[in-house]
Antibody
Framework: EVQLEESGGGLVQSGGSLRLSCTAS????????MAWVRQAPGQGLEWVAN????????HYLGSVRGRFTISRDNAENSLHLEVHSLRGEDTAVYFC????????????????WGQGTTVTVSS | SYVLTQPPSVSVAPGQTARITCGGN??????VNWYQQKPGQAPVMVVY???DRPSGIPERFSGSNSGNTATLIINNIEAGDEADYYC???????????FGSGTEVTV
């Protein structure tokens, strides 16, 4: 079964840091771009960052660039997001998602999603 | 950065057709994907590349994309289709994925 499972969320003070992780199973992890998407309470989906198969190309949402770092370990089938200098507006459920191999375009759609891990930033 | 505009809500009677729009500047030049999200659950992709369906998604779901508007169409809508629906594209100018604000569909 194709699956993504996130971990690492929690309650952290403003200015603090966390390391979010996502473990993949049931598919060839090393062949897919991977992404993080977040959803603030009662709000819509917001793409955060993504990374290519080798980990050599990364893209970030403007408001997190310089504070968040996406990485992956293909040997461990894992994706990570290091989040620093956290602010109240970073409070959200953070989803890990696979960019499938469906269209052949440079950027594929997000075809598999995890259940998310919750990050709460307190002031 | 690129902006996608969706209506906040759409209400449709059971068995009728729901049309959810996603507006963007020359969106027809982009590949549009659609996601369904039910309360407390992760999103599920229901249409990709404007109008293709992933395996397991009913044929009732389809999409179109022309000019400045992409549309998700749900035929013969059922109570189980009640959810929030989001459109999404890749913005090659900013190197970012962009989501619409979401549309709540009520049946």
């Amino acid at each position: 079964e194709v699956q993504l499972e996130e971990s690492g969320g929690g309650l952290v003070q403003s200015g603090g840091s966390l390391r979010l992780s996502c473990t993949a199973s049931g598919f060839a992890f090393s062949r897919s771009w991977m992404a993080w998407v977040r959803q603030a309470p009662g709000q819509g989906l917001e793409w955060v960052a993504n990374i290519n198969q080798e980990g050599s190309e990364k893209h970030y949402l403007g408001s997190v660039r310089g504070r968040f770092t996406i990485s992956r370990d293909n040997a461990e089938n894992s994706l990570h997001l290091e989040v620093h200098s956290l602010r109240g507006e970073d409070t959200a459920v953070y989803f890990c998602a696979r960019q499938g191999v469906l269209t052949g375009y440079y950027q594929e759609p997000l075809d598999i999603w995890g259940q998310g891990t919750t990050v709460t930033v307190s002031s | 950065s690129y902006v996608l505009t969706q209506p906040p809500s759409v209400s449709v009677a059971p068995g009728q057709t729901a049309r959810i729009t996603c507006g963007g500047n020359n969106i027809a030049s982009k590949s549009v994907n659609w996601y369904q999200q039910k309360p407390g659950q992760a999103p599920v992709m229901v249409v990709y590349d404007d109008g293709d369906r992933p395996s397991g998604i009913p044929e009732r779901f389809s999409g179109s994309n022309s000019g400045n508007t992409a549309t998700l169409i749900i035929n013969n809508i059922e109570a189980g289709d009640e959810a929030d629906y989001y459109c999404q594209v890749w913005d090659s100018s900013s190197y970012q994925h962009v989501f619409g604000s979401g549309t709540e569909v009520t049946v």
